[in-house]
């Protein structure tokens, strides 16, 4: 039968939730010793409030496994809901800074194939500030014809809420 999407994504939530369990756990002495190797080889340095466990290897990888392969998988279940509409308690905020396709409407499902083309194209970013960049490109222009943003705990949420939506409560539109 295959690897069932839900699978996935349950998988990588657990992943996540440990690494910041295991983190946040650690001893001082077992975080000067374990955590400073672990700095030290992959030549970071820990910044105050960040957890440098979420490299950008390890989010790229969660963004294929809890969009890209979601999207691919699941594309009928997303529904045409207005971004406005979505609370930002729970989907937290949503950071539209370009939509140039005035014929397509703002809704979760446009938002999550932008989304999805943005990984797949190599348009996704994370800047320095740690803000998460996500950009399509229209295939007959120069520029890009969407760009959303996202803070590191917006975007938690809004895949937590996706992901969550995507397998317990959507049904196939």
Known sequence: MGTLPIDL????????????????????????SIYREYCERINITKISG?????????????????????KEA??????????????????????ILEWKCVAINQNLKNVIKRMRNAISHAN????????????????RADDFDFIVEFEFDDLKKFLEQFNMKLHAEWKYT
Do not use: H
């Open 50 to 70: 960040k957890n440098i466990l979420f490299t950008p290897a390890l989010l790229l990888g969660g963004m294929y496994v809890l969009l890209v392969f979601q």
């Open 74 to 95: 699941l594309f009928p279940r997303i529904p045409q809901i207005a971004v406005n509409d979505l609370d930002v308690k729970e989907w937290g905020k949503i950071n």
């Open 124 to 139: 996704f970013e994370i800047q320095e500030c740690g803000n998460f960049l996500f950009k399509n490109k229209c295939p």
């Open 9 to 32: 994504a349950a998988q990588y939530f657990i992943i996540m939730d440990f690494l910041s369990w295991f983190v946040s756990n650690l001893s001082e002495d077992k975080k000067s």
